[in-house]
């Protein structure tokens, strides 16, 4: 098993421009988390898919956040325009059944707007 | 917003040494999870301790959960440098959504 497989690990990008992180969960998961990590504020939560639905996008910060799942092995999250104050590691975590389950994190992508 | 505390925020100790984290939460939770997270790395499910439970066993690690005082620890025994990194517990608010305290770094000096 190769474990929540997220690319690309780091992206440098300019203020303005638009960033698409990728999430491969693990096969046979079910629900698929989208999560930021910074200093400030910890890890959050942006949004929740379950059986490829998002069910609670209260977390995504603005409009200019979106995430799909078009199909069970695949996600993205999407930024644009991007802000420097984006800047922070986005983690993609998959679980067998919601919280019950643990949840298994990929590498996370680093992104650094400027 | 984070629900869980974890204190102290930082832990330096001696290889073979234990060491005790605590968490402390808010609100009725269904269920208790520690992660870790290495640097530069993913986080880690290490244990969960579902809320009818009080006490619960992995390898060198043991957690606790007292319910009523909506308190929680990590006791990690006979400490490797390996063990060096940050501890985080999470409290699920309800079925899918996890709240994750600001974390515990440990260093375990050779």
């Known amino acids: 098993d190769a474990g929540v497989i997220q690319s690309p690990r780091h992206e440098v990008t300019e203020m303005g421009q638009e960033v698409t992180l990728r999430c491969k969960p693990i096969s046979g998961h079910n629900s698929l988390f989208w999560y930021r990590q910074t200093m400030m504020r910890g890890l959050e939560l942006l949004i929740y898919?379950?059986?490829?639905?998002?069910?609670?996008d209260s977390g995504m910060p603005e409009d200019r956040f979106s995430a799909k799942m078009p199909n069970a092995s695949f996600s993205t999250l999407k930024i644009q325009p991007s802000e420097p104050r984006d800047s922070a590691v986005y983690f993609c975590a998959s679980s067998l059944d919601r919280s019950i389950s643990p949840l298994h994190f990929g590498n996370g992508t680093r992104l650094t707007v400027t | 917003s984070q629900q869980g505390e974890e204190d102290p925020q930082a832990l330096s100790i001696q290889e073979g040494e234990n060491a005790t984290m605590n968490c402390s939460y808010k609100t009725s939770i269904n269920n208790l999870q520690w992660y870790r997270q290495n640097s530069g790395r993913g986080l880690v499910h290490l244990i969960l301790?579902?809320?009818?439970?009080r006490e619960k066993h992995s390898g060198r690690l043991r957690v606790t959960l007292d319910t009523s005082k909506k308190s929680s620890s990590l006791l990690i025994t006979a400490s490797r440098a390996a063990d060096t990194a940050s501890y985080f517990c999470?409290?699920?608010?309800?079925?899918?959504?996890?709240?994750f305290g600001a974390g515990t770094t440990v260093t375990v000096r050779a």
């Open positions: 301790i579902r809320s009818n439970e």
């Open positions: 898919f379950n059986n490829n639905v998002p069910i609670d």
């Open positions: 999470a409290t699920a608010l309800n079925d899918y959504k996890l709240s």
